[in-house]
C-alpha cells in the first residue's frame, strides 16, 4: 500500500506548491498590471494574464465569497496559499508517518 501511496501524495505535494506558485505569479502579474508597469496591450502579456486567471480563478471566486468585503484588497490568494500549506504539511506528516526513512519532501 505504501508503495503506491508515497508517490502519489508526492505527486500531490507538488502539485500543490505549483499551483501555489501560480498564485503569487496571478497576483505580482495583476500589480504590474494595475501600477502599469506591463503593457496590457502585449500578444504575450494577454496570454500569460488570462491562463493564470483561468487556473486561479475559479478557486479564489469561491473563497472570495466566503470572505467578507475589506473595499479594494483582495484576501482570498493569500488564504488559498495558507490552506495549501496546511495542506502540504499533513502531506508532508502523513509521508513521514508511512516511511519514516525516507526525509521530508516538499
Known amino acids: 500500500m505504501d ?15 505549483i499551483y501555489v506558485w501560480i498564485i503569487i505569479a496571478n497576483a505580482v502579474m495583476s500589480w504590474l498590471i494595475s501600477f502599469q508597469v506591463i503593457n ?6 494577454i496570454m500569460v494574464s488570462e491562463f493564470l486567471s483561468r487556473v486561479t480563478e475559479p478557486l479564489l471566486a469561491r473563497v472570495r465569497n466566503l470572505l467578507p468585503t475589506m473595499g479594494a484588497m483582495d484576501f482570498s490568494p493569500l488564504v488559498v ?26
Do not use: D, E, S
Not at 9 to 16: E, H, R, S, W, Y
Not at 40 to 45: A, D, I, T
Not at 81 to 103: D, E, G
Open 3 to 17: 508503495v503506491l501511496l508515497i508517490p502519489l501524495l508526492t505527486v500531490l505535494n507538488t502539485v500543490i506548491g
Open 81 to 106: 496559499i495558507v490552506i495549501a500549506w496546511f495542506i502540504q504539511a499533513v502531506i508532508r506528516m502523513l509521508m513521514f508517518k508511512m516511511a519514516p526513512i525516507l526525509p521530508l519532501i516538499g
Open 40 to 45: 496590457r496591450k502585449n500578444n504575450l502579456v
